[in-house]
C-alpha cells in the first residue's frame, strides 16, 4: 500500500493517536544563485502534516542508500562539429589501400584530401597527417567514401574482396549510428534513500463476532514465504550472504535491490554499470533546463517511485498472516486463546489488524558529470576467445571410432614408407604387434632306400611341418641303381601324377611333387606329411625330400586379426587417455571461466569496455603499447630477453642506469602520460554500459554467441552482447580537456573558444560546483552552500604534518558536530593545491580535533582555513512513503468502522 506524493500524511492522520508527540518538519536550505544562465533548483514543498499533530520518528541512522543516476542526452543548437573519434575511427576501420584511394578519387567528386588519404593507406600509422588534416572534412564526405568503397569491394568479387567490403559494412554502419547520436550529455549523480519512519496500523486481517457471553478459542499462525526467484539473481554467494544477513528479506531496501537487479536481468536491453547500480533515462534536453523541476527530475521521481513501489508489494506478497478461530462448548483447549464476552447484554467484535512500517524514501541529486557517448562493436570479443576454445574442447570429445579395416593391415612397404605397412600403423598408435609370420628354413629328408628284387612299398621319414604352416613345394630328387642284368629299376611316387621312372640308372630331380601340374602331392599339407614310394630291383637307391613351407592362411588371418586387435587396444587407450585429457582441460577451463568471484567478473568486463572504447576512438590499428616504448622495453632487459614475456621490464640494478637511450625514455614517458590522461579524464568505475542482443554482431556468430552459458546473469549477458552503447562519464574537473581531446583529435588541434561542447563541459563543471558543494567526490573545495548535514569549522593555527603520518592535534574554533572515524576536508582548494582528506580519530574537547593523515602544511594565522565534514546527501528532488509488513498483529475491541481501511 504504497502512499505517493504530498497528500499522504492526510490520508493516516486519522489513524494517530492524540497522544503521538509533535516534531517540527525538516526545512531543505534554498539553494545559492545558479551563474551562466542556469535556473536556481526550487527548494521541495514541506507537506503539511494534517491537524496540526507529530510527525513519527525517522530513524535516520536506520536509513538505507542505493546510488542512482539519470542520464541525459543534450541537445546542441548549432553543432559546429569538428572531427573527432568517430572520424578517425571511422577511417581506420575502413583501412583504405593506396589503389583504392586511387580508384575512389576517380569516381568520387566530394573534396577530400586526397593526397593525405593515399599517404595515410600507405602509411596506417601516420596518426599525425591524418589528424590535422581531418579539420577541414565534413561527415558527409567522410560517409560517402565509405559507401563508395564498399560497392567498390563487392564488385571485386573475390573471397578477400568480399571479406574487406564486409568490414567496409560494419564501419559504415557504426559510423552512421556514431554520427547521428550527439555524444555530449550529462548524468545526474542522485541516490535513493529510506529510512524507517514508525510503525502504522494496516489492513483488517480478521474480525471475531462474540454474542453477550459467548466464548471461543483463537489459533493465531504467522509465517513469512520468501520467494528465491529474485534473490537467486544475486550469483556470488558471499555478496548475497552479505546482503541478506544484516536485513530482513522483507524491508523495503533489501526488496529494491532484488527488484533493481530483476529488473535489469529481465530487460531486452541489459545494463552493466561501475558505481552506479541504477540508471534511468530521460528525454534530450538542452543545458539550461537542468533543474530540480526539469524533465530529467521528473523522470527520475517516476523511475525511482516505480521500483520502490514494486518492492512494496513484493514483500507484502512474501509476508502473509492468517487466523482461525474455533468455538468451544463447554470445556476449552490449554493450547488456544480462549476469549469471552462478559457482557450478558452487549455482543462485541474483536478486529485484528496487521501492522505496516512506514518507510520515508528520498531521491537526492548530488551531482553533475559530463558524459561522452559512443557505440562499440562486440564488447566481449577477447572474452569469447576462451569460450570459443572450451567449445573446440568439448568438439573432440566423443566416442571411439577406430577406421582401419583388415585389409589395411599388410607386410607390404607402401610409398614413402621405410617399413611394412602393419609396423607404421604400430608406430602411429604406439601398439606391439606380433611380427608377421616369415617363411621358415626348408625341411629336407635325405635317405636310401633298402635295396630290392621284386616290388616294395617304401615310406620316407615324416616331413615336420611346423603348426600353422603348411607346404608350399615339395621338391624330390633321386639317384638309383637297377639290380644286375637286363633290369631296369622302377620307382614310382605314389599320389604323383609323375610317371613312373624306368631306367638301368641315373639321377633325376629335382621336381616338385606340389606343383599341381604334377598331381599337387602334399600342397598345403601341415604337420608330419609322409611320401611313400613304389621301388622295383633298386640298388643305392638315395631319396631326397626338401619341402618350402609358407603360413597357412589361417594363421595369416589369425595374425591379422592379432594386430588389429593390438592396435586397436592402443588406439583405444591413447584414444581414451586423450578425452581424459580433454576433459580435464575443458572441466578446468569451465572452472576458471565459471568460478571466479563476482567483482573479478565486474572488472574484467570494465577492462575490456575500456579496450574497445580506446580501440574505436584511436582506430582498430591503434596499439596500446607503441612499437617505440615495445623497443625500449626490449632494450632495458637486452641482457635477458626472456624477462619481457613476463613484464619484468626495467629491472631494478645498481648501476642507476635503466639501459635505455633519453629518446627511448622519453617515449616512454610520452606514452604513460597518455595512459594517465585516458585513465582520469574517464570515472571508468562509473562508465554506463548498454548491451544490445546478439544479432547486432556478425550473422556467422549468431549460433556461437546467442548460446553461450554462464552462472552470473549479467556476465552471461555481456558474453552475448553483439554491440554496446558506453556513456563515458568525464571526471570532475576534466570536461574541458577532455573534450578538446575528444573532438580536436590526437595531437589537440585548436577548437574555437564558443565551441558548444566547451560552453557545455564549462557549464556543467559550473553548474556543479554552485549546487552540489561539499559532496565527496564532486567538490570538497567549494564553500558556497552549507547543506543541513555539512559541518564547517576553522583553524587560526600553522598545522605542521607528523611524521610517519602520526595524529596531529589542531586548534578549531568548534568542533560541535564532528564525528570519531569520519573523514573532514582541511584547507581550501586553490592554486596552492594543498587541501586534503584527514581522519578524525578523536575529539578531545570544544576547541581541538585529533586529525591523522595530514601530508600539508597549512597556515591558518592570516586567514583561518577551513575543516569541514562534507554533506553526503545534495538536493532533495522528491519525497513519498512506502510501506512494508511486520511480524506484529493489533488488536482492537469494535473499532468504529470509519476507522478501518
Known amino acids: 500500500m504504497p502512499d505517493h506524493a504530498q497528500g499522504a500524511p492526510a490520508q493516516l492522520s486519522a489513524q494517530l493517536p492524540a497522544s503521538t508527540p509533535v516534531l517540527t518538519p525538516e526545512p531543505v536550505p534554498a539553494l545559492a544563485p545558479v551563474p551562466l544562465g542556469l535556473p536556481t533548483p526550487p527548494t521541495p514543498p514541506t507537506p503539511p502534516w494534517p491537524g496540526g499533530g507529530q510527525q513519527p520518528v525517522v530513524l535516520g541512522h536506520a536509513a538505507r542508500s542505493i546510488p542512482k543516476a539519470t542520464l541525459v542526452p543534450l541537445k546542441v543548437d548549432s553543432p559546429q562539429h569538428n572531427p573527432g573519434f568517430a572520424e578517425h575511427a571511422y577511417l581506420r576501420r575502413l583501412d583504405l589501400h593506396p589503389e583504392e584511394v586511387t580508384a575512389l578519387r576517380e569516381q568520387l567528386t566530394a573534396e577530400l584530401p586526397w593526397g593525405l588519404l593515399a599517404a595515410s593507406a600507405a602509411d596506417p600509422a601516420d596518426r599525425p597527417l591524418r589528424s590535422a588534416a581531418l579539420a577541414a572534412v565534413d561527415g558527409p564526405a567522410l560517409r560517402e567514401l565509405g559507401g563508395a568503397l564498399e560497392q567498390l569491394r563487392r564488385a571485386d568479387g573475390t573471397v578477400e574482396g568480399l571479406a574487406r567490403a564486409g568490414r567496409a559494412a560494419a564501419a559504415n554502419a557504426a559510423y552512421d549510428h556514431n554520427a547521428a547520436v550527439t555524444p555530449i550529455g550529462l548524468l545526474n549523480l542522485e541516490r535513493l534513500e529510506m529510512a524507517p519512519a514508525g510503525i502504522e496500523r494496516g489492513e483488517l486481517v480478521a474480525t471475531i463476532p462474540l454474542a453477550p457471553l459467548e466464548e471461543t478459542a483463537v489459533s493465531q499462525k504467522e509465517w513469512s514465504v520468501t520467494s528465491k526467484e529474485f534473490s537467486s539473481i544475486v550469483t556470488d554467494s558471499l555478496e548475497n550472504v552479505s546482503e541478506t544477513g544484516v536485513t530482513d528479506n522483507t524491508e523495503l531496501a533489501q526488496s529494491t535491490t532484488s527488484q533493481l537487479q530483476h529488473s535489469n536481468q529481465f530487460n531486452v536491453t541489459g545494463t552493466v554499470s561501475g558505481g552506479i547500480p541504477l540508471i534511468s533515462g530521460s528525454a534530450t534536453s538542452g543545458m539550461t533546463s537542468q533543474s530540480s523541476d526539469s524533465q530529467s527530475a521528473t523522470d527520475s521521481r517516476k523511475h525511482a517511485t516505480t521500483i520502490t513501489e514494486k518492492a512494496s508489494s513484493r514483500t507484502k506478497q512474501e509476508h502473509k498472516v492468517t487466523i482461525t478461530t474455533t468455538t468451544v462448548t463447554g470445556s476449552s483447549e490449554t493450547t488456544t486463546r480462549t476469549l469471552k464476552n462478559a457482557s450478558p447484554t452487549d455482543p462485541i467484535r474483536i478486529d485484528y489488524f496487521s501492522m505496516m512500517r512506514k518507510w520515508r524514501v528520498r531521491l537526492y541529486r548530488s551531482g553533475l558529470r559530463l558524459t561522452y557517448d559512443l557505440a562499440i562493436p562486440e564488447p566481449a570479443g577477447a572474452l569469447r576467445e576462451a569460450y570459443a576454445e572450451l567449445a573446440a574442447l568439448e568438439a573432440k570429445l566423443g566416442p571411439f571410432h577406430f577406421d582401419v579395416p583388415h585389409s589395411d593391415i599388410t607386410e607390404e612397404t607402401r610409398p614413402g614408407e621405410s617399413q611394412p605397412h602393419y609396423l607404421v600403423l604400430a608406430e602411429k598408435y604406439g601398439a606391439t604387434v606380433p611380427l608377421a609370420p616369415g617363411p621358415l628354413p626348408d625341411i629336407h629328408v635325405n635317405v636310401t632306400a633298402p635295396n630290392n628284387d621284386g616290388a616294395a612299398i617304401f615310406d620316407a621319414p615324416p616331413l615336420n611341418i611346423p603348426d600353422r604352416y603348411w607346404i608350399k613345394n615339395l621338391w624330390f630328387q633321386f639317384t638309383s641303381e637297377s639290380r644286375t642284368g637286363d633290369y631296369h629299376y622302377n620307382l614310382k611316387v605314389l599320389g604323383s601324377a609323375i610317371p613312373e621312372w624306368n631306367e638301368p640308372y641315373g639321377t633325376h630331380g629335382p621336381v616338385d611333387l606340389a606343383d599341381p601340374v604334377n598331381g599337387g602331392l602334399l600342397r598345403h599339407a601341415g604337420g608330419p606329411c609322409v611320401v611313400s614310394f613304389h621301388l622295383v630291383n633298386n640298388r643305392q637307391t638315395w631319396l631326397s625330400l626338401t619341402a618350402a613351407v ?76 607503441p612499437s617505440e616504448v615495445v623497443d625500449a622495453f626490449t632494450a632495458s632487459v637486452a641482457s635477458d630477453p626472456d624477462r619481457l614475456r613476463h613484464g619484468a621490464g626495467f629491472p631494478g640494478n645498481d648501476t642507476g642506469g635503466l639501459g635505455v637511450s633519453a629518446a627511448a625514455w622519453a617515449a616512454v614517458l610520452g606514452h604513460e602520460a597518455e595512459v594517465a590522461f585516458v585513465n582520469q579524464a574517464i570515472e571508468w568505475e562509473n562508465v554506463v554500459t548498454f548491451l544490445y542482443s546478439y544479432f547486432w554482431d ?204
Open 550 to 625: 609358407e603360413p597357412t592362411d589361417e594363421a595369416r588371418r589369425q595374425w591379422q586379426n592379432d594386430v588389429w586387435a593390438a592396435l586397436f587396444n592402443a588406439a583405444q587407450t591413447k584414444y581414451y587417455a586423450e578425452q581424459q585429457d580433454l576433459a580435464a582441460r575443458a572441466a578446468a577451463l569451465r572452472e576458471r571461466l565459471n568460478g571466479v568471484d563476482t567483482l573479478t567478473l565486474r572488472r574484467e568486463e570494465s577492462d575490456e569496455i575500456m579496450k574497445g572504447v580506446l580501440r574505436f576512438l584511436l582506430g582498430v590499428d591503434y596499439h596500446m603499447m
Open 698 to 901: 556478425a550473422p556467422v556468430a549468431w549460433p556461437f554467441v546467442s548460446r553461450i552459458s554462464h552462472p552470473d546473469a549479467n556476465r552471461q549477458a555481456f558474453l552475448r552482447a553483439g554491440s554496446a552503447r558506453v556513456v563515458l562519464t568525464v571526471r570532475k574537473g576534466w570536461e574541458e580537456a577532455w573534450v578538446r581531446f575528444a573532438e580536436g583529435g590526437f595531437h589537440g588541434a585548436p577548437l574555437p573558444a564558443d565551441h558548444p561542447y566547451l560552453t557545455i563541459a564549462r557549464e556543467i563543471a559550473a553548474y556543479d560546483d554552485r549546487n552540489y558543494p561539499g559532496i565527496p567526490p564532486a567538490n570538497p573545495g567549494s564553500s558556497s552552500l552549507l547543506l543541513e548535514d555539512e559541518v564547517v569549522t576553522t583553524c587560526a593555527a600553522v598545522v605542521e604534518p607528523a611524521a610517519g603520518g602520526a595524529p596531529v592535534l589542531v586548534p578549531v574554533a568548534s568542533s560541535a558536530g564532528f564525528d570519531p572515524d569520519t573523514v573532514v576536508v582541511v584547507d581550501e582548494y586553490d592554486d596552492r593545491r594543498i587541501q586534503e582528506t584527514a581522519r578524525v580519530v578523536r575529539v578531545p574537547d570544544d576547541g581541538h580535533l585529533l586529525l591523522a593523515g595530514l601530508t600539508h602544511r597549512h597556515d591558518g594565522t592570516l586567514t583561518p582555513f577551513p575543516i569541514r565534514r562534507p554533506g553526503h546527501r545534495g538536493t532533495l528532488i522528491a519525497e513519498w512513503n512506502e510501506y512494508t509488513p511486520t511480524s506484529g498483529t493489533d488488536i482492537a475491541v469494535s473499532s468504529p468502522l470509519k476507522d478501518i481501511s
